[in-house]
């Protein structure tokens, strides 16, 4: 159980273009949803969490107009990359916990590169 | 929320004991000590938590000191796909909770 999913998998793109990455709870409702990325050899870093039907709480230092996240429903949150430029290029992962825990379940991460 | 400390890697043998040290001196009473691992290029995974008692479960055992200012994960019998780095991380259950990312330890595991 507490299976979380991310589409895509991995994405190319030209500079300038927007790219959007699906973060699913596949097999129960998540309270709260977050996003991090991760550089080469780096640890993965928080960049907003996001609870369904408000807007997302972004860290310090993270553009909220350019990194655009939507937490419609209880199973799904979207974090949109707009204006992407090569320095964007990263590992983007998804977590999500459910009511009451403190566990979060990651999903597989989305490789973005940006041309 | 409280920082932690680990070693940035080792190794083990596989077959034997993997003992991953973090020092999380700052921690506070309400705050428990959780612990992921990341195998390349894939999303951290669950491994075990505790708040002051020492924990086992099917993949590892967790064993906290009694002044809460160390834990060490204990994989009891290392595998070569156990070669991951692993992070601890301490949480607070008092109000929103997020997690913080150390740069955790690299585990090697050699055959």
């Known amino acids: 159980g507490a299976v979380v999913s991310q589409h895509p998998s991995r994405v190319i793109c030209k500079s300038g273009t927007s790219v959007k ?76 916990d459910s009511r009451g825990a403190y566990e979060q379940y990651f999903g597989p991460g989305t490789r973005l590169t940006v041309t | ?32 000590v959780y612990w992921y691992r990341q195998i390349h290029s894939q999303g951290p995974q669950y491994i075990i938590h505790g708040l002051k008692n020492n924990e086992t479960n099917e993949m590892a055992s967790l064993i906290i000191t009694e002044d809460r200012k160390s834990s060490t994960l204990i994989l009891p019998h290392a595998t070569l796909r156990d070669t991951a780095v692993y992070y601890c991380i301490v949480i607070s259950t008092s109000g929103t909770y997020k997690y913080i990312f150390g740069t955790g330890t690299r585990l090697k595991v050699l055959a």
């Not at chain 1, 969490?49 to 408000?54: P, Q, R, V």
């Not at chain 2, 409280?2 to 020092?23: H, I, V, W, Y």
Request: hydrophobic share 30%; charged share 20%.
């Open chain 1, 21 to 96: 990455i699906e973060c699913r709870s596949l097999d129960f409702q998540a309270t709260t949803m977050f996003w991090y990325r991760q550089f080469p050899k780096k640890s993965l870093m928080l960049m907003a969490t996001s609870n369904e039907g408000s807007k997302a709480t972004y860290e310090q230092g993270v553009e909220k107009d350019k990194f655009l996240i939507n937490h419609a429903s209880l199973t799904l949150s979207t974090l949109t990359v707009t204006s992407a430029h090569p320095e964007d290029s990263s590992f983007y992962i998804c977590s999500a």
């Open chain 2, 1 to 32: 929320d409280a920082k932690t400390t680990q070693p940035p890697s080792m190794d083990c043998a596989e077959g034997r004991a993997a003992n991953l040290p973090c020092n999380h001196s700052t921690i506070s009473g309400n705050e428990y």
